[in-house]
Every structure is written in structure tokens, then in C-alpha cells.
């Protein structure tokens, strides 16, 4: 695999690193800020609803890191290409179901690697 994709493949899995800590730890804390237009009385409530969302956050994260350890390079771009593909997926329906911008935030990015990965 190429540096440029394993770099964005890297980025990529950092952020559902950092989703999965701020859905499963500070959800009540940090969320009232991210989430301004929700009821602050809605935190507390869907509280093991996030830390859930955060925990399928960390498998993506998991699932990326994993495929830049393989060795064999042929299955270190197949299991890339499919935790990538995931990733598009959520991210396509977080913005049909929920807001637009998940799709820039992370289908996107998701997009643009997964077509790094091979093309180049």
C-alpha cells in the first residue's frame, strides 16, 4: 500500500478514535457544545445510545488500523477497501438520516481514500 493512502486511511481512524471517546466518555460534557440545538436535558437521556454509536466507532477505527499492520499487501488493501467502504456507508446515511454534513465530515473523506488506495 502507498504512503498517501495509508496516510489518509491513518487520518481516517484517528477521528472514529476521537468519536468513539467523545460519544463514550464525554457525551454529556462536550456533547451540550457540539450539539447546540439539542435539548441539554436530551445528554443524560441518550447517554448508552452514544457510548453504543462510539463502540461501532471504534470497530471502523479498529478495522482501518488493522488493515495498515497487515503485512500481505494484497489483504491489507482488501480489508482497508472494506472498513472504508463501512465508513461510506455510515456516512452516506448519517446524511440522509440525520444532517448533511456527515457526508462531508465522513463519506467523503472515506471516499477520497478509499480511491487513493487504488489508484495509486
Request: aromatic share 16%; glycine share 6%; net charge positive.
Amino acid at each position: 500500500m502507498e504512503i498517501i493512502p495509508k496516510i489518509l486511511i491513518g487520518i481516517i481512524a484517528f477521528f472514529h478514535l476521537y468519536i468513539l471517546w467523545f460519544e463514550m466518555f464525554a457525551w454529556e460534557t462536550r456533547g451540550p457544545k457540539i450539539f447546540r440545538s439539542f435539548p441539554k436535558d436530551l445528554f443524560p437521556k441518550t447517554k448508552a445510545m452514544a457510548a453504543n454509536q462510539g463502540l461501532y466507532n471504534g470497530f471502523l477505527a479498529a478495522g482501518l488500523i488493522w488493515s495498515l499492520i497487515i503485512t500481505n499487501e494484497e489483504w491489507s488493501i482488501h480489508v482497508a477497501t472494506f472498513f472504508l467502504g463501512c465508513v461510506i456507508v455510515a456516512g452516506i446515511y448519517g446524511a440522509v438520516t440525520a444532517a448533511k454534513k456527515i457526508f462531508y465530515v465522513q463519506a467523503l473523506p472515506a471516499i477520497v481514500a478509499l480511491l487513493a488506495l487504488h489508484l495509486l
